[in-house]
């Protein structure tokens, strides 16, 4: 079974600064997908970026980017420039050819003014 | 465009009541998906569905029911509430089981408290 672990419960960030998100994840499969997904107080899940395992070239969107180590399973987000609406939980997530998506316990990320 | 709706938004239950959490999806997706989500904690996969009349367990499935007479609706069903499936439910689709790389579709949840 895949596990995924995010050792941040908490993390803050000033407005426009940047701040990493770390997550480790366990999986004896060699083609997957990881993604990440931010949940604000609203409580919907919203995609944020989504990474190949097949791919080298880490994943972009916009301020938010990924470093994903597959030899080290680690695969962190970093956002860039914060912005007081990125304040929300953001879960990193692992998805195998069995189609269930693994979820990691989540990280808290306030940002201040 | 609808997506994925999901109700009740919130819901009280005595322990020992049933309910029927109701999930209904607009895009044709064939894969469908019942997450809870306890406080501090990510979500946990309690039944999903690759199609009409298919259903199959997740991790956490006791104490739940399911069933997916049509595409579109795939409701969850608790017999006997317990303190411990106070938590909040999400419901979520996918189109296709052929590509990994499906995004998720997720309901905006709903907030249940077993008392």
């Known amino acids: 079974a895949q596990t995924v672990t995010q050792s941040q419960p908490e993390m803050s960030v000033q407005e426009a600064e940047t701040v990493t998100l770390s997550c480790t994840y366990d999986?004896?499969?060699?083609?997957?997908?990881l993604f990440w997904y931010k949940q604000p107080p609203s409580r919907q899940m919203i995609l944020v970026i989504r990474?190949?395992?097949?791919?080298?070239q880490n994943a972009t969107e916009n301020r938010f980017s990924v470093n994903f180590q597959k030899a080290a399973k680690s695969f962190s987000l970093k956002i860039s420039d914060s912005q007081l609406g990125d304040a929300a939980m953001y879960f990193c997530?692992?998805?195998?050819?069995?189609?269930?998506?693994?979820f990691g316990g989540g990280t808290r990320l306030m940002v201040k003014p | 465009n609808a997506g994925v709706t999901q109700t009740p938004k919130f819901r009280i239950l005595k322990i020992g009541q049933s309910m029927t959490l109701q999930c209904t999806q607009d895009?044709?997706?064939?894969?469908m998906y019942w997450y809870r989500q306890d406080p501090g904690m990510g979500l946990k996969l309690i039944y999903y569905?690759?199609?009409?009349?298919?259903?199959d367990k997740g991790e956490v499935p006791n104490g739940y029911n399911v069933s997916r007479s049509t595409t579109e609706d795939f409701p969850l069903r608790l017999e006997l509430a317990a303190p411990s499936q106070t938590s909040v439910y999400f419901c979520a689709s996918s189109y296709s089981p052929d590509s990994l790389n499906e995004k998720l579709f997720f309901g905006s949840g709903t907030q249940l408290s077993v008392l």
């Open positions: 990474q190949e395992a097949y791919k080298q």
């Open positions: 569905s690759v199609g009409a009349g298919i259903t």
């Open positions: 997530a692992f998805h195998n050819a069995g189609n269930m998506l693994t």
């Open positions: 999986t004896s499969e060699s083609d997957y997908y």
């Open positions: 895009m044709n997706h064939n894969y």
